[in-house]
């Protein structure tokens, strides 16, 4: 069965579960008090009403009540109030849990930096872009998700960039105007399509330096042996250049986005260590925004338009 990958990374971390209170607990300690509160309240108002006298007179004369009876429009203002009643009090409920939900494990508010961090998907995206860097078809889906995240509310003002590589600048028009047309037949609205000519260029010794502190540890001996060996590394020299090479390349053009999507690069079982592979996704990854690894299962999701 073949089946579709995606990867988020944040550079928070996924995991609030340290610093956020559980929120069942949370709300079940607020309804308690608030039960408690209005038992107290109730038995106070008890207690005042039953020290005033109450004098009741008799009377023999029957009293006549006339009631009025409104307008049916009246009615139907009068209930539209109490609906609106209703829901503003549903949704003062609701941003209540909100707020309980968003405090630390010992009840106080959170800080604004940390409610940033795990509301980044929730709340309303500045005008920026969703950039998208479709390295390869996988059917579509690396394609499909951020135009369907771009048609949310929360992220409608956002623009959507597709980036994608050519073979030399010779190949630069041609690949220009068949993805231009590819992406007019699956409706696709963006706002920018570049395409990346440099991709088979070397990358800078600083980025080269960078990669080697990451993975001098994985060459060391441990338990088992070291997790990378020199001769792996030097037989996926190539993979190793063109990931490092991407990652100057999201660095130069998408640092700033809001959200960046990119295809997940294919693992096969046994053709190298998992250690290098997951060193190549740190490589693209790491110290960026908020980024998602797609692969589709390379079955269409995409209708043409014809």
């Not at 107290?40 to 005033?52: H, P």
Request: net charge positive; charged share 30%; glycine share 4%.
């Amino acid at each position: 069965m073949h089946v579709a990958v995606a990867i988020l990374r944040l550079k928070e971390g996924l995991d609030c579960s340290g610093i956020v209170a559980d929120i069942d607990e949370l709300i079940s300690q607020t309804s308690s008090k608030k039960v408690k509160d209005k038992k107290e309240k109730k038995t106070e108002t008890s207690v005042v009403s039953a020290n005033i006298p109450v004098i009741v007179e008799p009377s023999s004369e029957s009293i006549a009540v006339q009631i009025e009876i409104p307008p049916v429009k009246e009615l139907k203002e009068e209930r539209k109030v109490k609906d609106k009643k209703v829901k503003d009090k549903k949704a003062k409920n609701k941003k209540a849990e909100e707020n309980i939900a968003l405090r630390d494990t010992a009840g106080n508010p959170l800080p604004k930096s940390v409610l940033n961090s795990i509301t980044i998907f929730q709340r309303k995206q500045k005008k920026d872009t969703v950039d998208v860097w479709w390295l390869s078809d996988d059917g579509g889906l690396t394609l499909l998700l951020p135009v369907i995240i771009n048609s949310r509310s929360n992220w409608s003002e956002t623009k959507l960039r597709i980036f994608c590589t050519a073979s030399g600048v010779h190949e630069l028009e041609k690949e220009q105007i068949g993805m231009t047309m590819l992406l007019s037949k699956f409706r696709i609205d963006y706002s920018d399509l570049v395409i990346i000519t440099d991709i088979d260029e070397p990358p800078k010794s600083k980025t080269k330096k960078w990669f080697d502190g990451l993975i001098r540890p994985l060459l060391q001996s441990g338990t088992n042996g070291p997790q990378v060996t020199d001769g792996e590394l030097e037989a996926y020299q190539y993979k190793t250049d063109r990931y490092l090479r991407l990652r100057e390349l999201l660095l130069d053009h998408s640092s700033d986005s809001n959200l960046v999507f990119m295809t997940l690069p294919v693992t096969r079982k046994g053709a190298f260590s998992a250690s290098l592979y997951m060193a190549w996704l740190e490589a693209l990854t790491a110290n960026m925004p908020p980024f998602l690894l797609v692969r589709g299962n390379q079955t269409s999701v995409l209708t043409f338009y014809s």
